[in-house]
Protein backbone atom coordinates (compact mmCIF):
# COMPACT_ATOMS: atom_id res chain seq x y z
CA UNK A 1 0.00 0.00 0.00
CA UNK A 2 1.50 3.53 -0.68
CA UNK A 3 1.65 5.82 1.68
CA UNK A 4 0.38 9.29 1.17
CA UNK A 5 3.07 11.08 3.53
CA UNK A 6 3.26 15.21 2.47
CA UNK A 7 6.66 15.76 1.25
CA UNK A 8 7.04 19.32 3.15
CA UNK A 9 6.65 17.30 6.18
CA UNK A 10 9.59 15.15 6.19
CA UNK A 11 12.37 15.68 4.01
CA UNK A 12 13.25 11.59 3.20
CA UNK A 13 16.26 13.25 0.73
CA UNK A 14 17.66 15.10 3.64
CA UNK A 15 20.93 13.26 5.19
CA UNK A 16 19.79 14.55 8.55
CA UNK A 17 18.27 12.10 11.56
CA UNK A 18 14.39 12.76 12.25
CA UNK A 19 13.80 14.58 15.30
CA UNK A 20 11.42 13.00 17.90
CA UNK A 21 8.35 14.77 16.12
CA UNK A 22 8.78 13.79 13.09
CA UNK A 23 9.71 9.76 13.89
CA UNK A 24 5.97 10.02 15.88
CA UNK A 25 4.65 11.66 13.11
CA UNK A 26 5.80 8.73 10.46
CA UNK A 27 5.19 5.96 13.02
CA UNK A 28 1.11 7.08 13.93
CA UNK A 29 1.07 7.12 9.88
CA UNK A 30 2.05 3.67 9.14
CA UNK A 31 -0.15 1.99 11.82
CA UNK A 32 -3.08 4.90 10.51
CA UNK A 33 -2.62 3.30 6.68
CA UNK A 34 -1.86 -0.47 8.21
CA UNK A 35 -5.04 -0.16 9.78
CA UNK A 36 -3.36 -0.96 13.33
CA UNK A 37 -4.72 0.67 16.23
CA UNK A 38 -2.37 0.41 18.90
CA UNK A 39 -1.32 3.07 21.78
CA UNK A 40 2.21 4.06 21.82
CA UNK A 41 4.12 3.84 24.95
CA UNK A 42 4.30 7.17 26.24
CA UNK A 43 7.76 8.64 26.00
CA UNK A 44 9.23 8.81 29.35
CA UNK A 45 9.83 11.78 30.93
CA UNK A 46 13.81 12.49 31.69
CA UNK A 47 14.63 14.56 34.06
CA UNK A 48 15.93 18.35 33.02
CA UNK A 49 19.84 19.27 33.16
CA UNK A 50 18.64 21.85 35.83
CA UNK A 51 17.46 19.42 38.35
CA UNK A 52 20.20 17.26 37.94
CA UNK A 53 22.48 19.40 38.71
CA UNK A 54 20.53 20.54 41.47
CA UNK A 55 20.22 17.19 42.60
CA UNK A 56 24.14 16.41 42.67
CA UNK A 57 24.86 19.84 44.00
CA UNK A 58 22.58 19.27 47.02
CA UNK A 59 23.65 15.30 47.96
CA UNK A 60 27.23 16.87 47.41
CA UNK A 61 26.65 19.21 50.19
CA UNK A 62 24.96 17.22 52.34
CA UNK A 63 27.97 14.70 52.21
CA UNK A 64 30.47 17.57 52.95
CA UNK A 65 28.06 18.63 56.11
CA UNK A 66 28.30 15.33 57.64
CA UNK A 67 32.16 15.05 56.97
CA UNK A 68 32.40 18.16 58.49
CA UNK A 69 29.78 17.38 61.39
CA UNK A 70 32.11 13.82 61.98
CA UNK A 71 35.31 15.43 62.26
CA UNK A 72 34.26 17.86 64.70
CA UNK A 73 32.40 15.38 66.36
CA UNK A 74 35.70 13.55 66.81
CA UNK A 75 38.29 16.53 67.21
CA UNK A 76 35.44 18.32 69.81
CA UNK A 77 37.15 16.81 73.14
CA UNK A 78 40.17 18.69 73.66
CA UNK A 79 39.46 21.60 71.07
CA UNK A 80 36.07 23.24 72.28
CA UNK A 81 35.36 21.49 75.00
CA UNK A 82 38.02 19.90 77.93
CA UNK A 83 39.39 16.79 77.29
CA UNK A 84 37.96 14.16 79.91
CA UNK A 85 40.22 12.33 81.87
CA UNK A 86 38.47 8.60 82.57
CA UNK A 87 39.61 5.12 83.73
CA UNK A 88 41.77 6.11 86.56
CA UNK A 89 42.24 3.49 88.96
CA UNK A 90 45.26 3.17 91.53
CA UNK A 91 47.14 -0.30 92.84
CA UNK A 92 49.24 -0.05 95.95
CA UNK A 93 52.66 -1.74 95.67
CA UNK A 94 53.36 -4.74 97.23
CA UNK A 95 55.01 -3.57 100.32
CA UNK A 96 52.32 -0.51 100.81
CA UNK A 97 55.09 1.72 100.09
CA UNK A 98 53.72 3.58 97.67
CA UNK A 99 50.95 3.42 94.89
CA UNK A 100 50.82 3.63 91.33
CA UNK A 101 47.80 5.90 90.04
CA UNK A 102 46.81 5.30 86.14
CA UNK A 103 44.43 7.14 83.54
CA UNK A 104 43.15 8.14 80.43
CA UNK A 105 42.60 10.97 78.58
CA UNK A 106 39.95 11.10 76.07
CA UNK A 107 40.77 13.31 72.87
CA UNK A 108 41.09 12.54 69.19
CA UNK A 109 43.83 15.32 68.90
CA UNK A 110 47.34 15.44 71.53
CA UNK A 111 47.10 17.84 74.42
CA UNK A 112 49.30 20.44 75.89
CA UNK A 113 49.93 19.43 79.20
CA UNK A 114 49.40 16.52 81.83
CA UNK A 115 49.97 17.36 85.14
CA UNK A 116 49.78 16.38 88.96
CA UNK A 117 49.72 17.77 92.27
CA UNK A 118 50.22 15.80 95.61
CA UNK A 119 49.00 17.53 98.45
CA UNK A 120 49.76 20.53 96.82
CA UNK A 121 52.45 19.96 95.47
CA UNK A 122 53.85 18.72 92.05
CA UNK A 123 54.81 15.80 91.39
CA UNK A 124 56.13 13.64 87.50
CA UNK A 125 53.50 11.55 85.32
CA UNK A 126 54.93 9.24 82.99
CA UNK A 127 53.22 8.45 79.63
CA UNK A 128 52.89 4.75 79.36
CA UNK A 129 51.46 5.12 75.67
CA UNK A 130 49.26 7.16 73.54
CA UNK A 131 46.79 9.29 75.77
CA UNK A 132 47.71 6.89 78.29
CA UNK A 133 49.57 8.05 82.23
CA UNK A 134 50.71 7.36 84.95
CA UNK A 135 51.83 8.59 88.81
CA UNK A 136 54.06 7.33 91.29
CA UNK A 137 52.35 8.45 94.59
CA UNK A 138 55.01 8.47 97.80
CA UNK A 139 52.25 9.41 100.42
CA UNK A 140 48.73 9.56 101.59
CA UNK A 141 46.63 12.54 100.59
CA UNK A 142 44.75 14.24 98.07
CA UNK A 143 46.03 13.49 94.48
CA UNK A 144 44.74 15.84 91.63
CA UNK A 145 45.36 14.93 87.82
CA UNK A 146 44.57 17.96 85.50
CA UNK A 147 44.96 17.99 81.58
CA UNK A 148 45.17 21.35 79.27
CA UNK A 149 44.23 20.71 75.86
CA UNK A 150 45.64 22.34 72.77
CA UNK A 151 43.44 25.25 72.30
CA UNK A 152 43.78 25.98 76.44
CA UNK A 153 40.41 24.02 77.91
CA UNK A 154 41.30 22.78 81.40
CA UNK A 155 40.02 19.79 82.84
CA UNK A 156 40.79 17.64 86.65
CA UNK A 157 40.09 14.93 88.56
CA UNK A 158 40.57 14.26 91.74
CA UNK A 159 41.06 10.79 93.88
CA UNK A 160 42.28 10.17 97.34
CA UNK A 161 44.84 8.08 98.47
CA UNK A 162 45.19 6.33 101.65
CA UNK A 163 46.71 2.39 101.33
CA UNK A 164 49.98 3.87 101.73
CA UNK A 165 51.90 3.18 105.09
CA UNK A 166 52.68 6.62 106.00
CA UNK A 167 52.65 5.78 110.09
CA UNK A 168 55.88 5.34 111.99
CA UNK A 169 56.98 2.20 114.44
CA UNK A 170 55.04 2.00 117.85
CA UNK A 171 56.09 0.33 121.42
CA UNK A 172 54.83 -2.32 122.44
CA UNK A 173 56.52 -3.08 125.35
CA UNK A 174 59.83 -1.94 127.46
CA UNK A 175 61.36 -3.51 130.59
CA UNK A 176 65.30 -2.65 132.20
CA UNK A 177 67.45 -5.42 132.95
CA UNK A 178 70.67 -4.31 134.73
CA UNK A 179 72.42 -1.42 132.57
CA UNK A 180 70.37 -2.04 129.77
CA UNK A 181 66.83 -1.72 128.27
CA UNK A 182 64.49 -4.05 126.14
CA UNK A 183 61.94 -2.37 124.03
CA UNK A 184 59.80 -4.03 121.70
CA UNK A 185 58.35 -2.19 118.77
CA UNK A 186 55.89 -3.07 115.68
CA UNK A 187 54.96 -1.83 112.63
CA UNK A 188 51.49 -2.74 112.54
CA UNK A 189 50.14 -3.18 108.84
CA UNK A 190 53.01 -0.83 107.57
CA UNK A 191 56.36 -2.32 105.30
CA UNK A 192 58.05 -3.24 108.65
CA UNK A 193 60.92 -2.30 111.39
CA UNK A 194 64.04 -0.82 109.52
CA UNK A 195 66.44 -2.00 112.38
CA UNK A 196 70.04 -2.16 110.54
CA UNK A 197 68.77 2.09 110.91
CA UNK A 198 68.04 2.04 114.06
CA UNK A 199 70.41 4.28 116.05
CA UNK A 200 71.19 5.99 119.03
CA UNK A 201 72.54 9.41 119.06
CA UNK A 202 74.34 11.34 122.24
CA UNK A 203 73.53 15.28 122.07
CA UNK A 204 76.77 15.34 124.81
CA UNK A 205 79.30 13.60 122.75
CA UNK A 206 77.23 13.41 119.12
CA UNK A 207 77.86 10.43 118.17
CA UNK A 208 75.38 7.91 116.96
CA UNK A 209 75.71 4.32 117.67
CA UNK A 210 73.63 1.19 116.85
CA UNK A 211 71.38 -0.63 119.25
CA UNK A 212 73.50 -3.53 121.22
CA UNK A 213 70.74 -6.01 119.85
CA UNK A 214 67.87 -6.62 118.00
CA UNK A 215 65.55 -9.34 116.83
CA UNK A 216 63.46 -8.80 113.78
CA UNK A 217 60.79 -11.76 115.08
CA UNK A 218 60.26 -10.76 118.11
CA UNK A 219 60.69 -7.16 117.89
CA UNK A 220 63.14 -6.88 120.46
CA UNK A 221 66.21 -4.13 120.23
CA UNK A 222 67.96 -3.93 123.38
CA UNK A 223 70.08 -0.55 124.04
CA UNK A 224 72.38 0.16 126.68
CA UNK A 225 71.49 2.85 129.34
CA UNK A 226 72.83 6.11 128.73
CA UNK A 227 75.21 8.00 131.25
CA UNK A 228 73.21 11.05 129.65
CA UNK A 229 70.64 11.68 127.78
CA UNK A 230 70.26 9.71 124.31
CA UNK A 231 67.61 10.39 121.53
CA UNK A 232 66.88 6.81 119.86
CA UNK A 233 65.40 7.08 116.12
CA UNK A 234 63.37 3.56 115.11
CA UNK A 235 62.57 4.01 110.84
CA UNK A 236 60.75 1.75 109.25
CA UNK A 237 61.21 0.80 105.34
CA UNK A 238 59.16 3.70 104.40
CA UNK A 239 60.97 6.56 106.05
CA UNK A 240 58.62 6.57 108.96
CA UNK A 241 60.72 7.35 112.27
CA UNK A 242 59.77 6.97 115.56
CA UNK A 243 61.81 8.78 117.88
CA UNK A 244 62.30 8.30 122.04
CA UNK A 245 64.18 9.50 124.87
CA UNK A 246 66.70 7.91 127.06
CA UNK A 247 67.13 9.28 130.22
CA UNK A 248 70.65 9.33 131.69
CA UNK A 249 69.07 8.34 135.03
CA UNK A 250 69.49 4.06 136.01
CA UNK A 251 66.72 3.92 138.24
CA UNK A 252 64.71 2.30 136.06
CA UNK A 253 64.22 4.81 133.18
CA UNK A 254 61.78 3.94 130.44
CA UNK A 255 61.30 5.69 127.15
CA UNK A 256 59.41 8.49 127.04
Same mark, same amino acid.
Given at each position: ???N??P?R???N?M??FT ?6 L ?11 K????V ?5 YR?VV ?7 KC??A ?9 L?P???VP ?5 VSA ?7 S?R ?5 N ?8 S?Q?N?H?I????T?Y ?30 I ?7 ? /??? %?HY? #???? =?V &?????? !??V ?10 SS??G ?13 ? /??? %???? #?S?V =?? &?????? !??L ?14
Amino acid at each position: MKMNFPPDRIDTNSMEHFTPEQEDILLHAILSDLHIEKSLPPVPAFPSYRSVVRRRYIIRKCCIAACVALLLFMLMPGTVVPAPISEVSAAPAADSSSARVEFSVNSAVPVREVSAQMNDHTIQVEETSYQNYAVDVQENGYLLLEVYSISGMYSSQGIEIDGIDDQAP /VVI %SHYQ #SGDT =IV &ITFTDN !NGVGIDYPSITCYSSDTGISSAPLYYDEKTGQ /VTF %SLPD #SSEV =IS &IPDKNG !NTLTLMLSASRTGDSPE
